[in-house]
C-alpha cells in the first residue's frame, strides 16, 4: 500500500475505538448497579489497566513481527504449531460464546419493540440475518460500520445527557454497597465491553509510521474509550436507582430509561435505534471478522497436514460464517448470561496471554523495563479468569 493510501494515528485510533464500542457499553451498567453499584469505577480501573498493558504487549509484538493471525503467529514463535492453534481456538471459541450474550441482547431490545415473538426467537432470526448479510460480502459490512457508529454515539449522548441533567446525589452514596469483593468480581463482565481492542495489531500494514503510531493509538484508544464507559456508568448510576433496574431485571436499558424518565418518553424511538445498532454493528463485525479467521486457521490445519480430512473444510468464508452462525444460537439457546460472560472471558484471555508471553522469550525485552507492561496484563489476567471461574460456582452452588 503507498503512503498516500495508508491512515494516520487518529483514524486509527477512531478504528479501534469503533471496534470496543458495541454491545457492552448498554449492557454493563445493568450489571453495575445490581452487584457494585458506584464502586464499579473502580472495576473499570482495574480493567483498563489490564486492557491497557495487553494493548501496549500486542502493538509490541506487531512491530516485532509482522503477519496475519495474530492470535496464532505470536504463541507459535515459542510453542509452535500446536500452541498457535490452542490460542487461535480459544480466542475464536471465547469470542463466539460472547456473542450469543450480544444475540440475546439483540432479541430482548427488538422484542420489547416488537412484542410479536419470544426474544430467543428474535436472537437466532437476527444471527441468522447477519450472518448471511457477512455471506454476501465484505462492500455491505463496511457501508453498515458508517452508519452503526452515528447511531451509536448518538445513543450515548442523549441517555448520558438525560442522566446528568437528573442527577441524584444522595445515590452517591454508599459508594461500596456490597463491599470490595465484587469490585473484582465484575471485572471480568466490564472486560466484555472492551472486546475489539485487539484490532490495533490487523492495522500495523495500513498506518503511518506504524512503528510509533500504532503504539500511540493502542494506547489512546483504550484510554479514551475507558474515559467514555466511566462517564457513562456514572451518568447512569447517579440517576437511576438499583430498584429501577431489579423492578426491570432483564430488560434492555432502554426500557428502564423510560420508566426512570417517563417524561422523556419521545426520545424512546431515538434509543432503541442506538442501542440496537450497537449490538447489531458488534454481532455483525465479529462474525464477519471470525469468519476470516476460522478460514485464516483452516488453512493451517491442512498446510500442516494434520487432518487427513481437513479438505472437506476449505477456505471458505461461507462455511466459516455458518459455523460462527450454529455456535452463537447454541449458545443463545444453551447458556445462561452468567455462565456465557464467564466462559468467554476466560477463554479470550487465555489466548491473550499465550499470545503476549512471547516477549518473555526475547532477551532484549526481557532486560527491559517494558517487560513490566506484560507482567502486569498476566497478572491482571490470572485475576479475571479466577473471578469469572468463582462466578460460574457461585452460579451452580
Known amino acids: 500500500m503507498t ?24 449492557a454493563i451498567p445493568a450489571f453495575l448497579a445490581e452487584e457494585v453499584g458506584l464502586a464499579g469505577i473502580l472495576s473499570y480501573v482495574l480493567s483498563t489497566i489490564t486492557i491497557l498493558c495487553l494493548a501496549i504487549s500486542l ?49 430482548i431490545w ?6 410479536i415473538l419470544d426474544p ?36 450515548i449522548i442523549i441517555i448520558s445527557t438525560v442522566c446528568f441533567l437528573n442527577f441524584n446525589p444522595k445515590l452517591l452514596t454508599p459508594f461500596m454497597p456490597h463491599g470490595i469483593k465484587p469490585v473484582f468480581s465484575i471485572a471480568p463482565k466490564i ?25 500511540k493509538a493502542a494506547i489512546s484508544g483504550v484510554i479514551l474509550v475507558s474515559l467514555l464507559y466511566m462517564i457513562f456508568a456514572v451518568s447512569i448510576l447517579s440517576a437511576i436507582t438499583v430498584d429501577t433496574f431489579l423492578l426491570h431485571k432483564g430488560s ?30 458488534t454481532l455483525h463485525s465479529m462474525i464477519w471478522t471470525l469468519s476470516l479467521q476460522i478460514t485464516d486457521i ?26 460462527c452462525a450454529l455456535i452463537i444460537c447454541l449458545t443463545v439457546l444453551l447458556l445462561h448470561d452468567e455462565i456465557i460472560l464467564a466462559i468467554a472471558v476466560s477463554l479470550m484471555i487465555i489466548s491473550y496471554l499465550l499470545t503476549i508471553s512471547s516477549l518473555f522469550f526475547k532477551k532484549e525485552e526481557i532486560k527491559s523495563y517494558r517487560i513490566i507492561y506484560p507482567i502486569l496484563a498476566v497478572i491482571g489476567g490470572f485475576i479475571m479468569i479466577g473471578f469469572s471461574i468463582n462466578s460460574i460456582f457461585v452460579y451452580f452452588r
Open 3 to 26: 503512503e498516500s493510501k495508508k491512515i494516520g494515528v487518529l483514524s486509527a485510533i477512531i478504528v479501534q475505538m469503533n471496534a470496543m464500542i458495541g454491545a457492552g457499553i448498554v
Open 59 to 107: 502493538a509490541k509484538l506487531a512491530k516485532n513481527y509482522q503477519g496475519k493471525g495474530w492470535t496464532y503467529l505470536y504463541p507459535s514463535l515459542y510453542g509452535g504449531h500446536i500452541l498457535g492453534m490452542v490460542s487461535s481456538f480459544c480466542y475464536i471459541l471465547g469470542v463466539l460464546i460472547a456473542m450469543g450474550f450480544v444475540a440475546k441482547q439483540c432479541g
Open 110 to 115: 427488538i422484542h420489547e419493540i416488537l412484542p
Open 120 to 155: 430467543y426467537i428474535f436472537s437466532i432470526i437476527m444471527v441468522m440475518l447477519l450472518t448471511f448479510i457477512v455471506i454476501a460480502g465484505t462492500k455491505t459490512s463496511s457501508i453498515g460500520q458508517f452508519i452503526i457508529s452515528a447511531a451509536v454515539v448518538m445513543s
Open 191 to 215: 472486560l466484555f465491553g472492551y472486546l475489539g481492542f485487539e484490532c490495533i495489531i490487523s492495522l500495523y500494514a495500513i498506518t503511518h509510521n506504524p512503528q510509533k503510531n500504532i503504539m
Open 252 to 281: 434492555s436499558l432502554a426500557a428502564i430509561f423510560i420508566t426512570a424518565f417517563p417524561k422523556h418518553k419521545y426520545l424512546n424511538s431515538l434509543i432503541y435505534i442506538g442501542g440496537i445498532f450497537a449490538i447489531i454493528g
Open 298 to 323: 483452516t488453512k493451517k490445519i491442512q498446510n500442516a497436514s494434520l487432518l487427513k480430512f481437513s479438505q472437506i473444510s476449505t477456505g471458505s468464508i461461507k462455511r466459516s460464517a455458518l459455523l
